[in-house]
């Protein structure tokens, strides 16, 4: 156990479509279109390491596909763009986070992720906003720049992820972490993903 400090940490599992299909299927009053759908086993371990490491913490996970399934599966539903569904779907986390960690992990699905990134900021700007996962490791130099995103863990994220909260929690600097991208400044020395 790394701390007792209680803190709110929200895990996403970010979209795996491209912004075109979910704005389409979310135009629609009816829907029959299955999308990608997975176990958000990123979020889910992450959210096993900091229940473990930081008891008091209260986690709440949100499956992004998930909940944009439930949508277009209802059998009749109003259309509904995609940054008031995003909307819609923050609504349902009850106490602003301190934390918030979003799987960045297909390509497809990046331009909506970082629309979520940026809807979470707006939502909670005092929130520390952290993305991981296979885009945002093979992508770093570019998601960095996004002004909603504080850190990107490159590599394995659940060790990392986990050094990381704690040393936010104890102020201490986190450069020393493997996989941790603060900044663009930090681009020229970054060591590849351990």
């Given at each position: ?8 940490l ?11 299909i ?12 299955n ?24 986690i ?7 909940e ?8 009749a ?12 779907m923050l ?7 301190d ?25 909670w700007?005092?929130a ?47 450069a020393?972490?493997a996989?941790?991208?603060r ?12």
């Amino acid at each position: 156990m790394r701390s007792a400090k209680k803190k709110n940490l929200l895990l996403i599992n970010g979209f795996a479509s491209p912004t075109a299909i979910i704005d389409e299927l979310l135009s629609q009053p009816v829907s029959d279109s299955n999308i990608y759908l997975s176990y958000p086993l990123g979020v889910l371990t992450l959210a096993g390491w900091c229940r473990q490491e930081f008891p008091c913490f209260d986690i709440k996970i949100v499956d992004a596909m998930m909940e944009l399934h439930k949508q277009i599966s209802k059998p009749a539903r109003d259309p509904v763009a995609l940054d008031d569904f995003i909307a819609a779907m923050l609504e349902t986390v009850a106490a602003a986070p301190d934390y918030i960690g979003i799987s960045l992990s297909f390509s497809n699905g990046h331009k909506a992720c970082l629309r979520l990134c940026r809807a979470c900021k707006a939502r909670w700007p005092g929130a520390t906003l952290i993305v991981g996962g296979v885009h945002a490791t093979t992508f770093t130099h570019r998601i960095i720049t996004e002004p909603s995103i504080d850190y990107v863990i490159r590599g394995p994220g659940d060790a990392a992820f986990v050094d990381l909260l704690a040393c936010l929690l104890e102020g201490r600097d986190p450069a020393p972490i493997a996989g941790i991208v603060r900044d663009s400044d930090s681009l020229a020395s970054m060591a590849p993903p351990p």
